[in-house]
């Protein structure tokens, strides 16, 4: 169902919405129903200040449950948070995909800018004002559009009005990659000729073409579509100001992107769906102990941790958590160890491997939860807070090996910055990949990046957009961005691309307009893992990004490696994405 949510938020402290509500129900008739948000922040206040993220979700899941088409939320917040009230407001807005309302006790425009620009930073959309005891505040009429061809989204360029007077060669001169072009519908003349001088390339495409006046002949918008598809070309009308805010929200709805918090929502509930059986062979690490008390909370997974039961406890007395729902096992003393001993000898009989060697290499941690993966005992495994990558995924590459038909293991991290969630790979296993195996990187991260819940487009990065620049390495990335058309054709991929070009729209228009992924990339493939690693720590730590991850790609069963520097939240949702890949191993 394409939602329509309206959420009505005080633009200053002090303004009532509860009169606004009414009136806009009443307006809206039998399309819409309210459901005030308030209580989730009022039950304890200071627990909302220092945890948003619990009460933001506990709203969204009350707002979900909703089925009607149209809701309009509220959330008239308690004088304790008034410090943090407006951006509370905006982030439940961008969280729940609706079009914000601002609610004003008066027309002072000031006040209405400065509110927009902080709806602006928490990533919210507004979609209209009204006043507290009136109608919508600013005229009862709205511009509205009609997307005919390309994509759009309420062009911030400079509007370009073409002249009663003016020829088309006059207004080829005048575009630019900046600007948004106003055609009347009658100057038919225009339109041609911009599909005409656009199709052979010797002018700079405009961000759009928008339409003034009445309906587009179709035979316009076909030949558009055909020989001009980059440039978006637009319908303008005008629509009742409730209409308009309503196409508005309904738009904010579905172009909702991924934030950290919806990602995460969605691990939790698809992990406590499958519910699957995940070993951590760390136990006694502090860190460790903390995540998996908190899986445990949310039923994300049955767990078991290694090490000594005593030691085990002791930690998570000393952190004050509750793991008595979690299995505990010391890999020295359990008799599984002697069968895992005989299993491994014969697996690595080849290798030389004897029985008391083997005997010794399964009472280590990390080979003793690989073994308990490979025999079923448990469905994946996640390490890496203590130990090294190395000693993590090497037993995993001994006896759990890759899948049939895959090239290699790699890794995709999700990156989740405030505003959307980024797939970065391979940031941790392969050091200098071919062309070929960059390209089974690219593949296997969009399929990754799709399974959980992103629509994959995908970036190649070099220090080159297209035929900017030269060089091996830029040969590379384009050979590498050929073999993934040939061997994954639906993925939609581009490169050899720059990271601005990749994920800022305005820098896209300018180096890569004709680009199907410039400016909207979400999985982004580094060249090589010297760039990898760097960009992900960058990243991480100075966008204040959540890391979660890596996420191997290419083993029979899931095994996760962790940064020794992990949180415990990027633990949590570590072990939630492995949990979510054994379901997905099951199906």
């Known amino acids: 169902m394409n939602r329509t949510i309206l959420h009505l938020a005080p633009a200053q402290p002090g303004t009532s919405v509860e009169g606004t509500c009414r009136r806009l129900l009443e307006e809206l008739g039998g399309r819409a129903i309210h459901i005030d948000l308030g209580p989730f922040f009022a039950v304890d206040p200071v627990k909302v200040a220092k945890d948003p993220e619990r009460a933001l979700s506990a709203a969204i899941d009350a707002v979900e449950k909703i089925t009607q088409e149209v809701v309009v939320t509220s959330a008239q917040l308690p004088a304790a948070l008034q410090p943090l009230a407006f951006a509370l407001q905006a982030r439940l807005a961008a969280e729940l995909g609706a079009g914000m309302v601002l609610v004003t006790s008066d027309t002072n425009d000031s006040l209405d800018q400065v509110a927009r620009i902080a709806a602006h930073q928490y990533h919210a959309t507004v979609v209209g004002a009204r006043l507290a005891d009136g109608g919508w505040a600013g005229a009862s009429e709205a511009s509205s559009y009609r997307l005919l061809s390309g994509e759009f989204s309420n062009c911030a360029a400079t509007p370009v009005h073409v002249g009663a007077d003016e020829s088309a060669g006059e207004v080829l001169k005048r575009l630019s990659s900046d600007t948004c072009l106003v055609v009347p519908v009658e100057r038919m003349d225009i339109l041609i000729g911009l599909i005409v001088a656009l199709a052979a390339g010797k002018f700079p495409h405009p961000a759009a073409i928008l339409v003034s006046g009445d309906t587009v002949p179709d035979s316009i918008t076909r030949a558009w579509e055909r020989f001009v598809p980059g440039v978006p070309l637009v319908q303008l009308g005008t629509a009742k100001k409730d209409e308009a805010v309503l196409e508005q929200a309904r738009r904010a709805h579905a172009e909702r992107p991924v934030t950290p918090l919806l990602f995460q929502r969605r691990l939790q509930e698809e992990a406590r769906a499958v519910h699957k059986h995940i070993v951590l062979p760390e136990g006694t690490e502090p860190r460790i102990v903390k995540a998996a008390a908190e899986v445990l909370r949310i039923g994300g997974a049955e767990l078991t941790l290694l090490g000594t039961p005593d030691a085990v406890r002791q930690v998570a007395s000393s952190a004050g958590v509750d793991i008595s729902g979690a299995h505990i096992i010391d890999p020295v003393n359990d008799p599984l160890r002697d069968r895992f001993a005989d299993e491994y000898a014969e697996l690595r009989a080849k290798k030389g491997i004897t029985r008391e060697q083997a005997f010794e290499k399964v009472g280590d941690v990390s080979y003793f939860g690989t073994m308990l993966v490979r025999d079923g005992l448990a469905d994946g495994m996640v390490s890496g807070a203590v130990n ?42 392969n050091p200098n990949p071919t062309a070929e195996q960059l390209a089974d990187i690219a593949a296997a991260s969009a399929i990754t990046a799709k399974q959980f819940g992103l629509d994959p487009r995908v970036a190649l990065l070099s220090y080159s957009t297209g035929s900017s620049g030269t060089g091996a390495d830029v040969d590379l990335v384009k050979e590498a961005t050929a073999l993934l058309h040939e061997k994954a054709p639906d993925v939609c991929a581009d490169g050899p691309i720059q990271f601005d070009a990749a994920v800022d729209e305005t820098v896209a228009r300018s180096k890569a307009p004709d680009s199907p992924v410039a400016g909207r990339a979400n999985v982004l493939i580094f060249p090589d893992l010297s760039a990898g690693n760097a960009g992900y720590k960058a990243v991480q730590r100075t966008a204040g990004a959540l890391a979660i991850g890596p996420v191997l790609q290419g083993l029979n069963k899931p095994v996760n490696d962790l940064s020794r520097g992990a949180l415990v939240e990027d633990i949590v949702n570590t072990v939630l994405i492995t949990a979510i890949q054994a379901g997905r191993e099951a199906q």
């Open 388 to 429: 090294t990558t190395a000693h993590t995924i090497r037993p995993a590459f001994e006896v759990i090996k890759t899948k049939p038909g895959a090239a290699l293991v790699s890794s995709l991290f999700f990156m989740c910055l405030p505003d959307r969630v980024l797939g970065f790979g391979d940031c941790a296993v």
